[in-house]
């Protein structure tokens, strides 16, 4: 089992599991979502390499996890943030083994949701190459332009969820904002436009998702007719009794 290192410029062996669920949204906590990418900016802006190296040595003296930032002679520094996984629909995976012509073949599976990935990354990454990134490692096939990366941060005791754009550079995000993740973390999730994208899945993908919505339908039938099966038995049970011995 990976312990869920990993860097731009590396790969990984990943392992994946399959575990039964909806791929329709579902309520969740009280979080706030900013959808408003914009309205953020304020928050952000640049600094000269002075300022950058003393962010960077204030933040490498507070981390508690070794995960500390490098600052090269060019400018550019390096260091680690940790994206969760939060994936609501199964993805399309590259499989080992190869099919008639020696295509590869694709499975789709669940990502186990809520495990935390970390990147080894520069000040240079883009969401975008992040994202690109994280599904390199899973092996997924997916179009990237499916997923987003969103950041969530707590303000005033309140959680906000606010994607991220494409061009944004989270290493940065990860500096202003310090190493606690109770400050600022980072979640992968499927784009949410209100309405799934039907048309940018493929044919097997969508052909997986009537397999899932027949298990699921089934399952539900057989749970209603049990339920229902209980209560014929204890009406039955009633009757009897208030009848008594006959």
């Known amino acids: ?118 990147l080894h990354i520069s000040s240079c990454n883009t969401v975008k190459q992040v994202i690109g990134a994280l599904l390199s490692k899973f092996t997924v096939a997916d179009n990237p332009a499916k997923y987003a990366l969103y950041k969530r941060y707590r303000r005033e005791e309140q959680v906000y969820v606010c994607k991220l754009a494409d061009g944004e550079q989270p290493l940065f995000l990860r500096l202003v904002a310090g190493p606690d993740t109770d400050t600022l973390s980072f979640v992968l999730r499927e784009q949410q436009t209100g309405e799934v994208m039907w048309d940018a899945f493929s044919i097997p993908e969508l052909r997986n998702f009537l397999r899932i919505l027949d298990k699921e339908e089934d399952e539900q039938r057989q749970a209603v007719i049990r339920r229902y099966e209980a209560y014929r038995q204890r009406l039955q049970e009633a009757v009897r009794e208030v009848r008594g011995p006959s």
Do not use: C, W
Request: aromatic share 10%; proline share 3%; glycine share 8%.
């Open 1 to 118: 089992m990976s312990s869920g290192y990993s860097s731009l410029e590396e790969d990984s062996e990943e392992y994946f599991f399959t575990a039964r669920t909806s791929f329709f949204k579902k309520p969740s906590g009280k979080v706030t979502v900013n959808k408003d990418v914009e309205k953020e900016r304020e928050l952000r802006t640049e600094f000269s390499r002075e300022e950058i190296r003393q962010r960077i040595e204030l933040y490498n003296s507070v981390t508690k996890d070794h995960l500390k930032m490098t600052l090269s002679p060019t400018g550019v520094y390096t260091g680690f943030i940790k994206v969760q996984m939060d994936l609501r629909r199964p993805v399309t995976v590259r499989g080992a083994q190869r099919g008639a012509g020696g295509a590869v073949v694709e499975e789709a599976f669940y990502l186990p949701r809520g495990v935390t990935n970390t």
